[in-house]
């Protein structure tokens, strides 16, 4: 009876061994030095090896030259993945690379509030193979082949308590365009420099003269001037001095016609005489040439220029002052001395124009004006300054031999820079 059930046994062992063991072919292998991910792709290429990887992980590992004779593929993922985090596990006939798991260890004596540690239970199963043996007996012979042992660990993650500190929140309604003004000093000595554009026009003391068989015109154009200011500004009040170059522009254009001719001269051809008793008769015999008519036409064009030196004094009020900002109001009086002048006026002979002479301008005259202007502050002792100020002149820019008699108006749209001390 013995040992019909030995034989039994093997027959039931030996397929279940042959399934259990798998196939595992020898290999040789080598790579050059290179990232994990091109060494596992170079074992499927070589030997069609499916190996289930992370591209994106295995790239950033980089393994040295390697090369072996003759192992097993289990031997040779080893090898290549020896010094790494990474393992394996075959799933069928694949390679899955994947973490290694870290178990820390559990301290049993030190646990906190935070903190539940469960110790791993143990758990034997065993498997049980039913060999049923026919014939004379009945008996159900049960054999301990196999014995698994499994390892149940139960891990929880500490629970960090945090503690929450609020910080104090700011609320910024928007309120528009905000410009960091610095603080500004707006008291005491300061300097400016400026540069103005001035349309001009003119008023004429005595009647325009008119040109016979013509015209003439004398059209204003734009001046410019710059300058220079220093002054003491307190509080709402500032007094100053102005040296500034103002050079004053106008076109003087003459169109005129002369006409000769479009009659007769009469001639002498021959004379005589007849005597009569008490008196003598004379007799000419007459012709009569025809002069034709001459147009002769006179066109000029001239750019005058009158140059001057001014000196300027002046006092300004601030009828609006904030903290970066301020608008004010401005009056003043100016010298204005000729420094350089060129042009033409119309004359009485042909060709009815002729260049002004230094007799002819008047070398100085006075000025007054009054405006407006406001001033921006742009640094912490600069402020950004521009001006409107309408300007008269008191006296003629020329004297009384000169063929007409004008005074010059004008209106200054100044830019300034102005520094404080």
């Known amino acids: 009876m013995l040992p019909?059930?030995?034989?039994?046994?093997?027959?039931?062992?030996?397929?279940?061994?042959?399934?259990?063991?798998?196939?595992n072919p020898l290999i040789s292998f080598s790579v050059e030095s290179c990232t994990l991910d091109a060494a596992l792709e170079k074992l499927f290429v070589d030997y069609e090896l499916n190996v289930a990887f992370s591209k994106a992980e295995m790239s950033k590992i980089r393994i040295e030259k390697y090369?072996?004779?003759?192992?097993?593929?289990?031997?040779?993922?080893?090898?290549?993945?020896?010094?790494?985090?990474?393992?394996?596990?075959?799933?069928?006939?694949?390679y899955v690379i994947r973490k290694k798991q870290v178990l820390e260890?559990?301290?049993?004596?030190?646990?906190?509030?935070?903190?539940?540690?469960?110790?791993?239970?143990?758990?034997?199963?065993?498997?049980?193979?039913?060999?049923f043996v026919t014939g004379k007996t009945t008996d159900t012979v049960r054999i301990y082949d196999t014995m698994q042992v499994i390892r149940t660990v139960m891990r929880y993650d500490t629970v960090v308590k945090l503690k929450v500190v609020r910080d104090t929140v700011h609320t910024v309604v928007h309120e528009g365009l905000t410009i960091p003004w610095p603080k500004f000093r707006d008291?005491?000595?300061?300097?400016?420099?400026?540069?103005?554009?001035s349309p001009m026009e003119f008023k004429y003391e005595n009647e325009f003269p008119k040109i016979e068989n013509g015209s003439m015109e004398v059209i204003p154009s734009t001046g410019y001037c710059v300058g220079l200011d220093g002054g003491y500004k307190h509080k709402r009040f500032s007094v100053g001095m102005n040296l500034s170059y103002r050079s004053a522009h106008y076109r003087f254009l003459l169109e005129k016609t002369d006409y000769a001719g479009d009659y007769y001269v009469n001639d002498t051809l021959d004379s005589y005489y007849v005597v009569h008793e008490t008196d003598t008769a004379y007799h000419y015999i007459l012709d009569s040439t025809y002069i034709p008519l001459t147009t002769t036409n006179y066109a000029y064009r001239d750019i005058?220029?009158?140059?001057?030196?001014?000196?300027?004094?002046?006092?300004?009020?601030?009828?609006?002052?904030?903290?970066?900002?301020?608008?004010?109001?401005?009056?003043?009086?100016?010298?204005?001395?000729?420094?350089?002048?060129?042009?033409?006026?119309?004359?009485?002979?042909?060709?009815?124009?002729?260049?002004?002479?230094?007799?002819?301008?008047?070398?100085?005259?006075?000025?007054?004006?009054?405006?407006?202007?406001?001033?921006?502050?742009?640094?912490?002792?600069?402020?950004?300054?521009?001006?409107?100020?309408?300007?008269?002149?008191?006296?003629?820019?020329?004297?009384?031999?000169?063929?007409?008699?004008?005074?010059?108006?004008?209106?200054?749209?100044?830019?300034?820079?102005?520094?404080?001390?």
């Open 105 to 131: 260890p559990v301290v049993e004596n030190e646990t906190s509030e935070n903190q539940v540690t469960i110790k791993p239970k143990e758990t034997e199963q065993h498997k049980l193979d039913t060999v």
């Open 304 to 421: 005058n220029q009158l140059d001057y030196l001014n000196v300027v004094l002046f006092i300004t009020f601030d009828f609006i002052k904030l903290e970066h900002f301020r608008a004010f109001g401005k009056i003043g009086a100016s010298a204005d001395f000729l420094v350089n002048y060129k042009g033409s006026f119309n004359a009485t002979e042909s060709p009815y124009h002729a260049p002004i002479a230094k007799e002819q301008v008047e070398p100085f005259r006075f000025a007054f004006f009054g405006g407006l202007g406001a001033a921006f502050k742009v640094a912490n002792r600069i402020e950004l300054v521009p001006e409107m100020s309408y300007r008269v002149t008191n006296g003629l820019l020329y004297r009384a031999d000169f063929p007409f008699n004008m005074k010059m108006r004008m209106m200054d749209f100044r830019l300034g820079l102005t520094y404080y001390f």
């Open 4 to 23: 019909v059930l030995l034989l039994l046994v093997l027959a039931f062992t030996f397929p279940n061994m042959g399934k259990a063991q798998s196939f």
């Open 187 to 197: 008291n005491g000595w300061f300097v400016s420099a400026s540069l103005a554009v």
């Open 67 to 94: 090369s072996c004779s003759y192992k097993s593929v289990e031997e040779v993922l080893t090898d290549l993945l020896k010094g790494t985090d990474y393992g394996f596990k075959k799933v069928g006939r694949q």
